[in-house]
């Protein structure tokens, strides 16, 4: 991505989104987004694209081994998810007391 203008996104750290495109595919099962990784328009989701990971034995871990973890998705692939109506959103912004709220699209109430 370029480094002239910073990227403005709809989903932060701690929201619930729904994955909607790839492998792990699923619009009824919403995730808590783990990390947002601005610069590379990434997001890491709880429990989606798992990948292993191979360790050596070191002093934390002794025996070493294959570990499952989370690799990061396109953030154009997840959608933020609505808890009043059920579904997953589109998402506007307005400004209330000088400060940007979000605003579910569907429901019309503002996004903690």
């Known amino acids: 991505m370029s480094n002239r203008f910073k990227p403005k996104y709809n989903i932060k750290k701690?929201?619930?989104?729904?994955?909607?495109?790839?492998?792990?595919?699923?619009?009824?099962?919403?995730?808590?987004?783990?990390?947002?990784?601005?610069?590379?328009?990434?997001?890491?989701?709880?429990?989606?694209n798992l990948v292993s990971k191979h360790t050596k034995p070191s002093a934390q871990n002794t025996k070493g081994g294959?570990?499952?973890?989370?690799?990061?998705?396109?953030?154009?692939?997840?959608?933020?998810?609505?808890?009043?109506?059920?579904?997953p959103t589109k998402v506007s912004r307005s400004r209330e007391d000088g400060k940007l709220v979000r605003i579910s699209k569907k429901s019309g109430e503002a996004i903690k």
Request: glycine share 8%; aromatic share 2%; net charge neutral.
């Open 66 to 87: 294959i570990i499952k973890t989370e690799a990061s998705i396109a953030i154009s692939n997840v959608m933020l998810w609505d808890a009043k109506k059920s579904a």
């Open 14 to 48: 701690g929201d619930q989104v729904v994955i909607i495109a790839g492998d792990d595919k699923d619009l009824k099962k919403p995730r808590t987004v783990l990390e947002v990784i601005l610069d590379k328009g990434r997001v890491v989701v709880e429990g989606a």
